[in-house]
């Protein structure tokens, strides 16, 4: 089934502080496990072009993953504005450091 499915990215400071966020849709037909597959082999091209935006409050990185499933309470205003239905869509979210742009595994 064809459905909209997420790469979100969390900005890091040296402090590890995410101070900026970024997604990248993509609207994929196949299983779960498919989906999954497609959004890790993208990350490395997705971070290049995705919408990012600034927190109004910086948040520590390791709050951040113990607060929220994938930090996607993050990402909420951006599903609430796009108009993103499914309540629990596919994301992978992958951490980036803000200042070489490199991922973190």
């Known amino acids: 089934m064809e459905e909209e499915v997420y790469n979100c990215f969390v900005f ?3 402090n590890q502080f995410i101070k900026k966020a970024g997604i990248k849709a993509h609207s994929i037909d ?14 490395e091209k997705d971070v290049k072009n995705c919408y990012i935006f600034d927190l109004s409050l910086p948040e520590p990185y390791e709050s951040a993953i113990r607060n929220g ?10 599903f609430q504005k796009s108009n993103v239905t499914n ?19």
């Open 12 to 14: 890091l400071d040296k």
């Open 30 to 43: 196949g299983d779960d496990k498919e989906k999954f597959d497609f959004l890790e082999n993208n990350v």
């Open 69 to 78: 499933h994938h930090c996607i309470h993050i990402f909420e205003e951006y």
């Open 87 to 105: 309540d629990n869509p596919l994301v992978v979210t992958t951490p980036v450091d803000m200042a070489t742009g490199k991922l973190y595994d």
